[in-house]
């Protein structure tokens, strides 16, 4: 794995997350009780044994870039690393145009390791991948640029680069988040062939095409509206079947997961999948460890046992320093240091982190952000009016309440 360097993404602002990105980036929003976002592309990095490793930020990136340095430091081994890189206006008095512009910025740092290849991957998608075969799969194939793709349903193709592909795996057509009429997979019409947005270059070619598009003035300077059709008409572009990756100790049926947590239902249904009975994504191979911050808090903890008041959470997952107080937790997921009080009742709902739950209050499909506190009695989640008018409520009738609020208290 020797030439390998690795550039992630972890910029975006992350707009359709918002309330939840009103204070981070997206990459550095909680996910799943004990993880941020950006840990699963770095885990999937690290466990695929590819050690250098810059991570790109530039919005709001403050929360970011202190989980990093708890979580993400390497120390002892000079070869390997993994080092937030902000924006630093290194090509002009001006923050990153695009996605290609953000490497462009930092072409200095891949021309100082002079590497062979060039992974450049997103920072703010949920899924497992060991990177190690789709660089087999772009070295056996020669290839100029490989972009990995997955099957989405045609409704979404708006959302995606849309690829078409023959049958030796070369990329014959993209179109950048087509408005209308994507070209659906053959023998599959509900479905199109979308980019994940995660490429690996051959670096000679990543540098040249970079310090071309530069100098386009109309360009937007991104990889899937610039890069990708300037490269895939000379043939030498392929596309790597995500579906095909395979994780040691995982099912075959969990092949091919992945999220794109992009919206507030999204990322919900997101952290849902985490407890259902058999999730379509493993938090628990020990042959791929998904390593994070762990803060130095004591074990959960479910106190009382009498009628009507017993400490339980079912089909949920509970982190460490939670305490489960003669209330219920069901389909839940708490994060660190969660304290739901007695009588409380708390359904289907993500609560991340640093949250008091009243005595009685009752939540039900929330997403409760870091450091809220929530008044005995409170009742969200039962009534969409006079939660709309008083909270950001999704598409999909998901309460978010935003980092830091005080609820009931007034």
Known sequence: MSGVLTMILAGGEGTRLAPLTGIRAKPAVPFGGNYRIIDFVLNNFVNSDLLQIFVITQFKSHSLMKHLSRAWRVTGLTSRFIDPIPAQMQTGKHWYLGTADAVYQNLHLIQGLDPEHVCVFGGDHIYKMDV?????????????????????????????????????????????????NPKTIPGRPDYVLASMGNYIFEAKTLVDVLEEDAQQIDSKHDFGHNIIPKLFPSGDVYVYDFSTNRIRGELEELRGYWRDVGTIDSYYEANMDLISVVPPIDLYNKHWPLRSYTPPVPPAKFVHDEANRTGQAISSMVSAGSIVSGSIVYHSILGYNCHVHSHAYVEKSVLMGNNDIGRGARIRRAIIDKDVKIAPGTVI???????????HVSPDGVVVIPKGALIGFD
């Open 132 to 180: 190690r075969q789709m660089l087999e799969f772009h070295r056996q194939n020669q290839a100029r640029l490989t972009v990995a793709a997955i099957p989405v349903p045609v409704s979404q193709a708006h959302e995606f680069g849309v690829i078409e592909v023959d049958e030796t795996g070369k990329m014959i057509g993209f179109e950048e988040k087509p408005k209308s």
């Open 381 to 391: 989640g039962e009534d969409p009016v006079h939660d709309r008018q008083r909270f």
